[in-house]
């Protein structure tokens, strides 16, 4: 088989790779912030590629989009405001927004390039792009966080790149610090965490780093996500108050439609493997 046929992605230090049979590339460029390639696949639709990392796949990116936003959706008592740092493909904007009690959703994603190219490739995932209660703002989330207002936010969603970059500064207690700041009483912070089989260590210092920015209490969810190193994925939720107000009546009783996102599967994914369990103490 002709190499040029397939996009690699090598995941560095895990001894493996990943790849996707491709068709051709639709597009390439170098933005202030990333190099983007798009290409169409053969069986996973079009993929986003961001600095060389596969970022989103026609095929399966509801798996990552509805666990990084539904959970603590239904979580939080009653979240109004929610903020969505990064996420410039606009997937997890549109599951925020099936919320009607959501009133105002503000995206802020530093790369403006990755949300007009998702608007070209991926424009099912920019469907909720003009809802009234959306926001989309091109500017440091990490700026944006520190510039907040106190109790400003009720739910703040870290859909990032992996810590390297441009996402680099989202991975600590400082960022923490001001997420707390500025989220309000029952207030959530969550956050994609890597892969629990290759990111571990990465997983636990992004867990303490949460707790000694003053969140009371967290959850890791586990999920699958075949484009991601190892295929197996994570999120984090950290809370101000608890983490005991699973709205599972409203979760069994969501008025739209989700692939793989239900009670069951919120409640599953909170399982904790063994392995974990010796690291997280």
Not at 10 to 26: D, V
Not at 219 to 245: D, M, V
Request: glycine letters at 6%.
């Amino acid at each position: 088989m002709n190499p040029t046929e397939w996009f690699t992605e090598e995941h560095s230090g895990a001894g493996s790779a990943f790849s996707l049979k491709i068709k051709r590339k639709l597009h390439e460029e170098q933005s202030p912030f990333q190099y983007h390639e798009i290409y169409e696949t053969e069986t996973f639709g079009n993929l986003m590629v961001l600095d060389g990392c596969t970022m989103v796949s026609t095929r399966d990116n509801f798996l990552y989009h509805e666990m990084i936003s539904h959970p603590a959706l239904f979580t939080h008592p009653d979240p109004k405001k929610v903020w969505i740092i990064g996420g410039g493909d606009c997937g997890t904007l549109r599951e925020v927004l099936k919320h009607k009690s959501v009133e105002e959703a503000v995206q802020i994603d530093i790369d403006e390039r990755v949300t007009r190219l998702a608007e070209i490739y991926f424009p099912e995932l920019c469907e909720s792009n003009n809802d009234p209660r959306a926001d989309l703002k091109f500017i440091d989330g990490i700026k944006w966080i520190k510039d907040a207002a106190p109790n400003s936010v009720d739910i703040i969603i870290v859909d990032s790149t992996d810590p390297v970059g441009p996402a680099k500064g989202l991975f600590n207690e400082e960022f923490y610090r001001g997420c707390f700041a500025c989220l309000s009483e029952n207030g959530l912070l969550v956050q994609q965490s890597e892969s629990p089989l290759l990111h571990l260590d990465l997983l636990k210092a992004m867990r303490d780093a949460m707790q000694a920015a003053g969140f009371a209490a967290l959850q890791t969810l586990y999920f699958p996500q075949c484009i991601y190193p190892s295929g197996w994925w994570s999120a984090t939720i950290a809370s101000k108050a608890n983490l005991n107000g699973f709205r599972e009546q409203d979760s069994a009783n969501k008025p739209f439609d989700t692939l793989y996102y239900n009670v069951d599967i919120h409640k599953g994914a909170l399982a904790q493997p063994e392995f974990v369990k010796k690291v997280f103490g």
